[in-house]
């Protein structure tokens, strides 16, 4: 008789509950690669100018106008398409739509290093996402704040601040990824060390019980097979 295991609803909820929440960051991910790679252009979907200003400006230089009405008009014009400091929503749009990008490319990059195994390569990842991060947050907070102030800028030793902590982040991300890389080497030289020595000595092994012809095909079939593996780990 056949023996049917009986399902434990606790574990059956926590394994759905586990694919559900998976499936809600790969949308979040893939959303936010979305966004990252829209914003930086986003802000063509509306004019450099507004109508009203280009037909107030064309009055002015057909002398329709006197030059009075056109300042008072202009700052009317101003104050009614200006957003956050900046001259219109485009503007606005263009400032912040790169470092919005970049901002969703860290994200990723910070993800991404969830699956990686070597510590190291892991930590690189997770430096240089929180470098371009730390980057970022900086220029968004810059267009969302810095034009309320009268000065319509952070001071230079803020900005020497994130000079400096973003260079040393990034360097120490591309240390880490190097020494990645070289741990790697090393392990590839190993192994390929370790291979070479089998060879040797298997074939020392069967030379005593194989005839030459035997030897050659199994010599052939060996070092095929190796490098195969080979490209395969190169690649």
């Not at 730390?134 to 952070?154: C, G, N, P, V």
């Amino acid at each position: 008789m056949k023996k049917f295991t009986k399902l434990n609803p606790e574990k059956s909820k926590t394994q759905e509950t586990g694919g559900t929440r998976i499936k809600i960051i790969f949308i979040i991910i893939v959303l936010g690669a979305v966004l990252g790679s829209i914003a930086p252009f986003s802000h063509i979907v509306y004019p450099k100018t507004a109508l009203e200003k280009v037909t107030l400006l064309e009055k002015f230089d057909k002398g329709e106008i006197s030059l009075e009405y056109y300042k008072e008009q202009k700052d009317i014009l101003w104050e009614k398409y200006q957003f956050l400091g900046f001259k219109n929503f485009r503007r606005f749009l263009f400032a912040i739509g790169l470092p919005i990008g970049l901002f969703c490319c860290s994200l990723i990059l910070i993800y991404i290093s969830k699956f990686i195994s070597d510590r190291t390569a892991k930590r690189a990842s997770v430096l240089a996402g929180i470098s371009f991060q730390f980057t970022s947050i900086y220029f968004i907070i810059w267009t969302l704040w810095a034009y309320t102030y009268e000065e319509k800028d952070f001071s230079k030793s803020t900005y020497y601040l994130v000079i400096i902590l973003s260079s040393v982040l990034i360097t120490i991300a591309i240390f880490q990824f190097q020494k990645s890389l070289s741990s790697y080497n090393a392990k590839i030289r190993e192994l390929i060390s370790f291979i070479a020595g089998t060879r040797q000595q298997f074939f020392t092994n069967i030379e005593r019980n194989e005839s030459k012809k035997e030897i050659e095909i199994q010599k052939e079939k060996f070092d095929k097979e190796m490098y195969n593996t080979f490209e395969k780990v190169v690649d």
